[in-house]
């Protein structure tokens, strides 16, 4: 028994319908491929210049060769200004490992939870004096800056620090700015700055060497800030009233 098919052909209406979903997808798409991509940062930049390093030649171009070989054949193209070989036998790869994992333990601490811990277990120095909530955190952010760069440590504490003083209504330049110049100090352990991790790489110096004389250097410093910050700071940033931009963090947009 034979069946006739029928095949009805889409109206107007459904293929604008199935055109218009397909452009939105598209456009979805787009977007979201487009916002993954992460920005150019120095880094890029570095590793693009090192690249280039192994690229452009050491010589200018000749119509000759460009002398021998140990085994006596002609060198047809001049060697590049870097190859793997140098770079293997006379980069530092400790420091590298140091200032890495300095920014990884950063980064691990804001992913894992632990900034947003910290800030918690500080809100009870609400109950001490303003003077010695600065020296303590200033010595907080000190000690931590000794085990990743400056930048890290202020991205992670800063935040941290504008918000409690914010709970505690206490201005927030008073335990920021002191925090901010006290991430600088670093002078005990290698990882703390680029510096100090040259210093201990070429100096033939030990660990204990640069605690002896970065502890120290740690407490005259802190010391200095909070002075500073008590004194012509105080003043000068009228940190006696609690400021109205300051508290923003609690307004309704």
Same mark, same amino acid.
């Given at each position: ?7 009805? @052909? /889409? ?11 397909? !452009?939105?997808?598209?456009? @979805? ?25 192994f690229i452009i030649p050491s010589q200018l171009p000749t ?11 002609? *060198?047809? @193209?001049?060697?590049?200004?870097? %190859? ?7 980069? /530092?790869? %400790? ?16 992913v894992s939870g632990l900034s947003k811990w910290l800030g ?8 001490? /004096?303003?003077?010695a909530i600065s020296i303590l955190l200033s010595l907080l ?8 760069? %400056? ?14 003083? $914010? ?10 700015? /002191?925090? $901010? ?17 040259? @210093? ?7 660990? *204990? ?8 250097? +740690? ?6 800030? +909070?002075?500073?910050?008590? !004194? ?5 940033? +009228? ?15």
């Amino acid at each position: 028994m034979m069946h006739d098919v029928v095949l009805l @052909a /889409p109206s107007s209406q459904d293929l604008q319908h199935a055109l218009r979903r397909f !452009t939105a997808e598209c456009e @979805a798409a787009g977007m979201k491929s487009s916002s993954s991509k992460s920005e150019k940062e120095d880094g890029t930049v570095a590793v693009f210049m090192s690249m280039l390093f192994f690229i452009i030649p050491s010589q200018l171009p000749t119509c000759g060769s460009y002398g021998f070989t140990k085994a006596g054949k002609t *060198i047809k @193209a001049p060697p590049a200004l870097l %190859n793997w070989q140098v770079v293997q036998e006379r980069m /530092p790869w %400790n420091i590298i490992l140091l200032m890495g994992g300095g920014f990884a333990l950063a980064s691990g601490s804001e992913v894992s939870g632990l900034s947003k811990w910290l800030g918690e277990s500080l809100a009870p120095l609400q109950k001490i /004096p303003p003077f010695a909530i600065s020296i303590l955190l200033s010595l907080l952010v000190a000690t931590f800056t000794e085990c990743s760069s %400056n930048t890290a440590t202020t991205t992670l504490f800063l935040p941290v620090l504008g918000s409690m003083a $914010t709970a505690i209504q206490l201005h927030p330049l008073y335990v920021m700015l /002191p925090c $901010t110049i006290a991430a600088s100090l670093a002078f005990m352990l290698p990882v703390a700055t680029p510096p100090n991790a040259i @210093a201990f790489s070429f100096g033939n110096l030990k660990i *204990i060497d640069m605690v002896r004389a970065g502890f120290m250097l +740690n407490i005259i410093g802190i010391l200095c800030i +909070n002075l500073g910050i008590n !004194t012509w700071g105080y003043a000068m940033f +009228n940190m006696g009233t609690f400021s109205q931009w300051a508290n923003n963090t609690h307004s309704q947009p």
